[in-house]
């Protein structure tokens, strides 16, 4: 008999390490709720996990099973398990997150007084990051070598007669949260996928960046699988597969809008490269500044920030968007990060670490990557990216529905003065809505600022 260890792979289908340890024999699956590892999480995304953790419960449960769920540290429980079962072997997937990483070492050792042993398997991303090389100076090099691996299809769920028969009446609460929260597990998760390969794949890079249509039809637009994917409510192996094949089996413009979807995966599994090799990833800079740069410590900013209150329109509504969702489309969540680190010059670790506390999908090494990748301290091969707000919204919001949509008092407000607001005299602003925010750095003055301060922190000033 062998213990299949779930962590963050809330599924039966497309399980790497779950059809092992069903090949291998019986299984019998469970769940710890770690406290000290959750609370690193924001209260949504322990919400929502929770949500997932119950809906693969009762999938266990149809198939006259049930997931054996406990609270505590695994290095404890999980020996008691393997003694009061009679376990042969733990099986568990492989994760890179540093605290993922340690507990899995504990168990390692405590299992090792024992008959039984932990077999872990690669399946959180396509390609195992000790295949690649270590480092890798931009996304097309990494890509380049990521793609000449081969990389298989999705793993069916274990046969039901294969997962013991037992019955346990534990589970953990869903707390309440300040948000709603869309249906979790892996058939909600299956559904939102089929919704999207039917009604969006063919039109996602036309689409992806179109924050109108994000107002308009917010699940088609783009996937909005994110909180999914990182819950391990869907297997990146049935993502892959399904869409490369979608795109493989059309031609023309409809296949260079459905290649994109697999190709945007390519970016998750650069971040977690980078954890792999860099487990420091989410405290230090990837590429250290030849000298040291001067962060500025403004808490009014960084409030505002946050609060979606800077007087930058399409700013504000990501944030707004953020707070009130716990996500924040792909564009804006650009766009809000590089005015954090660069107009502001706050440092992108607090930046990242507020994204930790509100999103739903937060993802340990996307979070982290991406910001580094924004914040010119990671893999970007441009010296110094500064996003113009001003300009993106003109590009990808032109008509203004989606700072309407989160920022309602500018309802009124013309487009183009929306659009502009940060360049306005004050006077116009006033007349126009006095109950908006001021802007809180001058558009060129910032820009100016962070350029200069960087290329000092570079030395090429």
Request: with cysteine; net charge negative; hydrophobic share 35%.
């Amino acid at each position: 008999m062998n213990i299949f260890w779930h962590r963050r792979d809330l599924r039966t289908v497309d399980n790497a390490g779950l059809s092992a340890a069903s090949r291998d024999g019986s299984v019998l699956p469970i769940y710890i709720y770690d406290p000290d590892l959750f609370k690193k999480i924001g209260a949504r995304q322990q919400a929502f996990w929770l949500a997932g953790v119950q809906a693969l419960k009762t999938i266990y449960q149809e198939r006259d099973s049930d997931l054996l769920v406990r609270i505590g540290s695994p290095a404890d429980i999980i020996p008691e398990l393997v003694d009061e079962y009679d376990i042969e072997t733990v099986y568990c997937n492989s994760h890179y997150r540093p605290g993922r990483r340690t507990r899995r070492q504990h168990v390692e050792r405590e299992l090792a007084a024992s008959d039984a042993s932990l077999d872990a398997r690669t399946d959180h991303v396509l390609v195992d990051p000790g295949r690649l090389d270590s480092s890798y100076t931009s996304h097309s090099q990494f890509h380049r070598d990521w793609e000449t691996v081969p990389k298989r299809g999705p793993y069916d769920a274990p046969d039901a007669d294969r997962l013991i028969g037992i019955s346990d009446g534990k589970t953990i609460a869903v707390p309440d949260v300040d948000i709603s929260l869309p249906p979790a597990g892996p058939e909600a998760a299956a559904k939102r996928f089929d919704r999207f390969c039917n009604q969006a794949l063919f039109q996602y890079n036309d689409m992806r960046d179109d924050l109108p249509a994000a107002v308009e039809n917010p699940t088609t637009s783009v996937s909005r699988l994110s909180p999914y994917i990182s819950g391990g409510m869907i297997g990146i192996r049935s993502l892959w597969n399904r869409t490369q094949n979608l795109a493989d089996s059309v031609s023309g413009r409809e296949r260079r809008n459905a290649e994109k979807f697999p190709y945007e995966l390519s970016w998750r599994e650069q971040n977690y490269h980078l954890l792999y090799y860099n487990p420091d990833l989410a405290v230090e800079n990837y590429n250290e500044f030849p000298n040291q740069m001067q962060w500025r410590e403004d808490e009014d900013d960084f409030n505002a920030w946050t609060a979606g209150e800077t007087g930058y329109p399409l700013v504000d509504a990501g944030m707004r968007q953020l707070n009130q969702e716990g996500y924040i489309h792909n564009r804006p969540r650009q766009v809000v990060a590089s005015f954090l680190s660069k107009h502001l010059l706050i440092d992108w670790r607090r930046g990242a670490r507020y994204f930790t506390k509100q999103l739903i999908d937060h993802d340990y090494a996307s979070n982290y990557g991406n910001w580094q990748w924004i914040a010119s301290t990671g893999t970007d091969s441009v010296d110094v990216r500064i996003f113009d707000p001003v300009s993106q919204m003109a590009k990808y919001d032109d008509g203004a529905a989606f700072v309407r949509h989160y920022v309602p008092e500018l309802s009124d407000v013309p487009t183009e003065e929306i659009i502009e607001w940060p360049t306005l005299n004050h006077g116009k602003r006033n007349r126009l809505c006095p109950e908006y925010a001021e802007p809180i750095v001058d558009r060129n003055n910032g820009y100016e600022r962070a350029q200069q301060r960087f290329e000092r922190a570079l030395g090429k000033r």
